[in-house]
């Protein structure tokens, strides 16, 4: 991405997408600035700016305060295509995930760095990048989600490997971390169940960024204006406007109302039942994390074997 600095706050420059879904996204953002329940769940939006010719929309930087940022794309809704969506489209995105509406969200990529330790030391050297891509997300059974998927964006250092006291705090560390992503994510909900039915958000993703590790393992103090974990919304390409609904039966739950959407028909009800169920499924399996750093079951380190390790001299980007 390209950086830049303003009143000593770094944003980042999102191409804006040709034709109708970049004036789509960029109607969003405009239209989201003034919605004092909407605004502060997508990154800032500074306006439009122009590089090498080209047009962007000029966002917050997610990351900038962190000094090793660990970054997770999921991407919410049981359905990720919209109602211009063609045929050939649906079938597309049905094929990308063939879990999507059972789980709700898919894991789009992860970013994750680790400090380099080399054999019988206790101090690192520098720091790489495990680098997780789309095909990782598209592999996970639903009862992968968690040990495998979500693990990989918080782990935790086996017992057996790392000193008793370092393990202990960064159990801690990542309880603490996991409740304030879990606090964001129920707060997202119930704002979306509030403003929410103004818009339909396919194909929408959270942003989660957290510190990677505790401050006590980096030697540097923390950034007090720098949150535990920052939970955004982002990329909103397909987010629709709704120009009429209908009220949803008070009997129906998100995955009766769910379950009556055909591939290509038009969601009438009064909420965003389609991505609210998504929502609703990270926050639980979020809990389902977050529950294993209070009573851990064991190590929840895994295999390099899902991700691309990054030579630490380069950056991720």
């Not at 990308?96 to 330790?117: A, C, D, H, N």
């Not at 929502?279 to 079951?297: A, C, G, V, W, Y």
Request: include cysteine.
């Amino acid at each position: 991405p390209i950086y830049k600095e303003i009143n000593a706050e770094r944003t980042i420059l999102k191409p804006l997408l040709a034709g109708v879904r970049g004036q789509r996204e960029l109607n969003f953002y405009l239209n989201v600035r003034g919605n004092k329940i909407l605004q502060d769940l997508v990154p800032t939006f500074h306006g439009l700016a122009i590089a090498d010719g080209k047009v962007y929309l000029e966002l917050d930087d997610l990351t900038y305060g962190y000094i090793l940022p660990c970054i997770i794309d999921i991407k919410i809704g049981r359905r990720t295509w919209g109602p211009d969506a063609t045929p050939q489209k649906i079938e597309s995105a049905m094929r990308k995930y063939k879990f999507q509406s059972e789980v709700g969200f898919r894991i789009v990529g992860i970013r994750r760095p680790e400090l380099v330790v080399p054999a019988g030391s206790a101090e690192s050297t520098g720091v790489q990048y495990a680098v997780y891509p789309k095909s990782f997300g598209q592999s996970l059974f639903p009862d992968e989600v968690v040990d495998r998927g979500l693990k990989s964006f918080m782990p935790l250092e086996p017992k057996k490997t790392s000193a008793a006291q370092r393990y202990h705090e960064e159990r801690l560390y990542l309880d603490d971390v996991s409740r304030s992503v879990i606090e964001q994510l129920q707060s997202m909900s119930a704002r979306l169940e509030l403003e929410g039915k103004k818009y339909r958000l396919y194909s929408s993703s959270v942003l989660i960024v957290y510190e990677r590790f505790p401050h006590s393992f980096l030697n540097e103090e923390r950034n007090p204006h720098c949150p535990k974990a920052t939970v955004k919304l982002i990329d909103f390409a397909h987010a629709h406007p709704v120009k009429s609904s209908t009220p949803c039966a008070a009997n129906q739950t998100h995955a009766t109302v769910s379950q009556n959407i055909k591939p290509g028909a038009r969601d009438d009800s009064e909420r965003d039942e389609e991505f609210l169920y998504g929502l609703h499924s990270l926050i639980n399996h979020m809990k389902e994390l977050q529950h294993d750093f209070t009573s851990p079951r064991g190590s929840s380190l895994e295999s390099t074997d899902d991700c691309i390790i990054i030579d630490p001299r380069y950056d991720a980007e």
